[in-house]
């Protein structure tokens, strides 16, 4: 059983701003819309958000399933039913917070529906953490506080898709998550915000690895609300060009992993999730 216990347009970051401090002076919370997926690492990393500022109004909305590769390599597969049974215990503690309890899916904002869906909820700030759709520039534009984006990789050396794995195949001594704007349709490319980095651990699993990246990548997000809700606008630096995005492992991807004794998942991951402090 688990343990859960750049640079911007100067006007429009000074609006937001205003925003924000007009409504913390009024009392009134933050009206935060938070984007997921419907697995471990994002569960506890947006449980870790709400817990670190309950004052705000939140409203969740995950991503709902993918279209399924033709064949999916095996240990994707083992990876993704270790995980969804690890989710069910979790949700079985009755330990989430009543919005991730609450969640809906929104597994196409960018339609005519979705959109609607975001206005109509009149959001002040989204934030998205493993959020498995791309936002294009009309939904960008609905938060008056623009859109945060959680990133379990360093960037922007490892954009895209498992970037955990793809360091830990590359041999990193760290990992990291990055907190950056969203502020056009490219993926992982936005103003940086901030990094944390932890040693990696090759004694544990992939998954193992990525949560452990989810404490201090979620104090960061804690910490940029507080910054929002004082009226001030987190700093944030445009991304250095370079890099690479990767996507999903393929087999010959994950025989390489499995062939240095690396683990996608044990099913033990639950140990790595912190009890949340106060909780």
């Given at each position: ?62 991503s709902g ?23 069910a215990e ?190």
């Amino acid at each position: 059983m688990l343990c859960f216990a750049a640079d911007f347009n100067v006007r429009a970051g000074t609006i937001r701003s205003h925003v924000f401090a007009l409504l913390s002076q009024r009392g009134t919370p933050v009206r935060i819309v938070l984007l997921g997926h419907d697995d471990l690492p994002s569960l506890y990393a947006l449980q870790r958000v709400i817990e670190g500022a309950p004052h705000h109004d939140y409203q969740v909305y995950l991503s709902g399933e993918l279209a399924a590769a033709a064949e999916s390599p095996h240990g994707l597969q083992n990876l993704a039913d270790v995980d969804a049974r690890l989710c069910a215990e979790l949700r079985a503690t009755g330990r989430l917070a009543e919005p991730l309890v609450d969640a809906a899916t929104l597994p196409a904002p960018n339609s005519v529906t979705g959109r609607g869906i975001l206005q109509g909820l009149e959001p002040d700030l989204v934030v998205s953490i493993r959020y498995r759709r791309i936002l294009r520039s009309e939904v960008i534009a609905i938060p008056r506080l623009g859109v945060l984006n959680l990133h379990s990789g360093v960037l922007p050396e490892y954009k895209g898709v498992m970037a955990t794995f793809w360091a830990m195949l590359q041999n990193e001594s760290e990992i990291g998550a990055t907190l950056h704007r969203i502020v056009d349709c490219g993926i992982d490319t936005g103003p940086v915000i901030g990094i944390r980095r932890i040693s990696t651990d090759y004694e544990s699993s992939y998954l193992a690895n990525v949560l452990r990246l989810y404490g201090p990548g979620c104090t960061m997000v804690v910490d940029a609300l507080q910054v929002l809700e004082a009226g001030r606008e987190p700093a944030a630096r445009p991304q250095p060009s370079g890099g690479r995005y990767f996507s999903a492992p393929a087999a010959d991807d994950i025989d390489a992993f499995t062939g240095r004794g690396l683990t996608l998942a044990s099913g033990l991951e639950g140990a790595e999730i912190a009890p949340i402090p106060g909780h």
